[in-house]
């Protein structure tokens, strides 16, 4: 139910949820989203945590592509 009420807010909030994990580890499960913007996904972030009993951690993942260009402008 957790999952699906995460899954809402995502999608509410424009995202779209990638894949749910369940891990062993830090975390229990984690969910992967993604978001058009870094606005959309600390909105998606602050909305998932008013639940109560989620711990986040933000990663920004880059594509290959993306990381070359920004190692190109060193």
């Known amino acids: 139910e957790r999952v699906e009420e995460g899954q809402r807010a995502i999608e509410e909030a ?3 949820l990638v ?3 369940v891990t062993l580890g830090r ?3 984690v969910e992967i989203f993604e978001a058009p913007d870094d606005e959309i996904a600390v ?3 602050m909305k998932l945590q008013r639940y109560g009993a989620e711990h986040t951690e933000t990663l920004r993942a880059f ?3 993306e990381a070359e ?4 402008r060193l």
């Open 69 to 72: 260009e920004i190692v190109r």
């Open 27 to 29: 975390y229990d499960v």
């Open 43 to 45: 909105e998606i972030m």
């Open 63 to 65: 594509t290959r592509e």
């Open 14 to 16: 424009g995202g779209k």
């Open 19 to 21: 894949g749910v994990y």
